[in-house]
């Protein structure tokens, strides 16, 4: 089955830690994309990629990085630079950017920072 | 820049018929799009709309006015699984990323 993979679920990780969370999708899809969400709230881009070895910052990328090596992995590194770090991440995937608005999510890491 | 207005909160009883609007500021419109997320889930599509009119799918309608730059999502028959969050949200013109609206929770009561 065709699909968009996140892990782990949820991760706990102390103060000043640096955390890489996963996202993998097998659907051959160009684009991916990384969100926040904190509760209650909408989803805010962090970053976002339309090609392989090739990806922007959205409008909160301060504390993130990403890389994208291989077309199916989107990795997403909260450094400790991130001040308030706790949240839902989700990570989606689109046929391309700009050419459809269905994005097709993962189930979420809600990370917590103690 | 690109802006959505969504009402925080509706409730409504199993079995009737609920509205949820959306107003949109953009510097170029391609279409409005409408997903659903339940509690501590991912977000799912559920229509876009590039026209004007209605748009019917089962249960959920979603309907345009892009003279009015407005929106809505039309739930009838409403049961108890639809108690969830639905976004609206609309394309960046210049970048292609799309842009969320803060969202509409949905209460169903018995």
């Known amino acids: 089955d065709g699909g968009i993979t996140q892990s782990p679920k949820y991760l706990f990780r102390k103060e000043g830690q640096n955390v890489t969370l996963s996202c993998e999708q097998n659907l051959n899809h160009d684009a991916m994309y990384w969100y926040r969400q904190d509760p209650g709230q909408g989803l805010r881009l962090i970053y976002y990629?339309?090609?392989?070895?090739?990806?922007q910052k959205g409008d909160i990328a301060e504390g993130y990085s990403v890389s994208r090596e291989k077309k199916e992995s989107f990795p997403l590194t909260v450094t400790s630079a991130q001040k308030n770090p706790t949240a839902f991440y989700l990570c989606?995937?689109?046929?391309?950017?700009?050419?459809?608005?269905?994005?097709?999510f993962g189930p979420g890491t809600r990370l917590t920072v103690l | 820049g690109q802006s959505l207005e969504q009402p925080s909160e509706v409730t409504a009883v199993e079995g009737a018929i609920v509205q949820m609007n959306c107003t949109y500021q953009?510097?170029?419109?391609?279409?409005l799009s409408w997903y659903q997320q339940h509690d501590g889930g991912a977000p799912t599509f559920l229509s876009y709309n590039a026209l004007d009119g209605l748009e019917e799918t089962g249960r959920f309608s979603s309907f345009l006015s892009r003279s009015d730059s407005y929106g809505y999502l039309l739930l009838q028959e409403l049961q108890m699984k639809d108690s969830a969050s639905y976004f609206c949200?609309?394309?960046?013109?210049?970048?292609?990323?799309?842009?969320f609206g803060q969202g509409t929770t949905l209460q169903v009561k018995p």
């Open positions: 949200a609309v394309r960046d013109h210049n970048t292609g990323k799309l842009i």
């Open positions: 989606a995937s689109s046929m391309r950017a700009g050419q459809s608005d269905e994005q097709f």
């Open positions: 990629s339309q090609i392989v070895n090739d990806f």
């Open positions: 953009t510097s170029g419109f391609y279409g």
